[in-house]
Structures are given as C-alpha cells and as structure tokens.
C-alpha cells in the first residue's frame, strides 16, 4: 500500500512569492492534515480537512489556506512568503476506522530567501 | 502556556541504557496519548498510543500516562542504535485528527 506522498520535496522561494505544496493521501484515507515543523517551535497544526471540509485550523494567519480534492488529495498554499515561513510542512493522513493515527509523508521543506 | 511541553534533549546515552523521555501537557480534555518517531530527514512515524491513564508495553517500550499530574512518559528498554532519532509526544482529542505534538526529544545511542 503506498504511503503519503508529498511533493515537491524541496523548493526554494523569495520573499513575496507563494507556493503551493501537495499531498496524496493513503488510499481509503479522507481525512488530511497539514503541520508545520520547525526547529524552534516544534510540529504545528495548520488545518484538518475530510470530504473536502475544512473541519480545523490552527493559530496562522490567512496567507496559509488549503483544500481538498473529491479523490481525497490536497493541497495548502502560502501567499506572500515570509522568511519566517521556512520550514519543514507534513502532510498526515488517517485511517476512517478513527484509531487517531496519523500517516505522515516525508514532507515539503521549503526555503524562502 | 504551550498545550505540551517536552524536555528538549538531545540525549545521549550509551547502548544498552534506558531512556526516559517526558511531556506535560495542559488540557484535561485530552484522551489519546501518541509517541512518535522521526529519523532523520523522514516524517514522523507512530510508535505507540495509550487511551487515558495507565500504562502500555509494546516490546522494549512503555509509554505511561498520569492524567492527573497530566504527565506523559515513554520508556525504552535495551536502547539500541537504530533507536537514535527524534521522540515526538502528541496529546490529543482525537476528534477531527488535531493533535498538539512536543517540540521533540532528540536521542542518540552510542555503540
């Protein structure tokens, strides 16, 4: 069975500039997380998304938003890159048999310049 | 106040030791108590959970949880070098999949 996956793995930005970062779920899986992981605050929620509902968001501002797709994939954009927004962003999803498990990708690491 | 706080590291123990990592955390209404394990370069992997208080083994591990001090520990037995990487605590209340993790552990067993 394949596992999360995540792309682009790495990318590189400028201040400014946006990105868009995608994530495939595991197949069967509807719910999708995103976190944020840096060194100094740790792993961070960003938002939770199942049928295409944003059902949680964390404490971001609204340059950070996200979808999902019918097919269950999702992707989260980042408007007006920051430096500060550098970082590692997971991508998690879980099984519907609600175990609370969360499957991770190996992330996106963005840098923004 | 954090949701969870977990002592930083790095650890460094030598191989064969036993390894005690912690988390406090602050909401009560938490119910779900998840270890997970990230190496290096790779994303967190799920090592263990417990469901409310008490205790769970599963091999050379045992994650504890004391509701009432609201304490989370996770101990490994007989470390080994492939034990070396980052021990993520993750309360949380399950619903809608929101977990607040620690900043991490980092650990490293030496040969």
């Known amino acids: 069975k394949a596992g999360v996956t995540q792309t682009p793995r790495y990318l590189i930005k400028t201040r400014g500039q946006q990105v868009t970062l995608s994530c495939s779920p595991i197949s069967g899986h509807r719910s999708v997380s995103w976190y944020q992981q840096t060194p100094g605050q740790g792993l961070q929620f960003l938002f939770e998304?199942?049928?295409?509902?944003?059902?949680n968001k964390g404490n971001f501002p609204g340059r950070f938003s996200g979808r999902q797709f019918s097919n269950s994939r999702s992707e989260m954009n980042v408007s007006t890159l920051e430096l500060g927004d550098s970082a590692l962003y997971l991508c998690a999803s879980s099984s519907p048999k609600g175990t609370g498990e969360l499957f991770f990708g190996e992330g996106s690491r963005l840098t923004v310049l | 106040q954090k949701e969870v706080e977990q002592d930083p590291g790095p650890l460094s123990v030598p191989e064969g030791a036993i390894v005690s990592l912690n988390c406090t955390y602050s909401?009560?209404?938490?119910?779900?108590f998840m270890w997970y394990r990230q190496y290096s370069r790779k994303g967190p992997e799920l090592l263990m959970y417990?469901?409310?208080?008490g205790n769970k083994e599963d091999g050379r591990f045992t994650a504890q949880v004391d509701k009432s001090s609201k304490y989370i520990s996770l101990f490994i037995r007989d470390s080994q070098p492939s034990d070396s990487a980052t021990y993520l605590c993750a309360p949380g209340p399950h619903n809608f999949n929101k977990f607040y993790f620690g900043s991490g552990t980092k650990l490293n067993v030496k040969p």
């Open positions: 998304y199942f049928s295409e509902t944003q059902r």
């Open positions: 909401n009560s209404a938490f119910q779900y």
């Open positions: 417990t469901y409310s208080s």
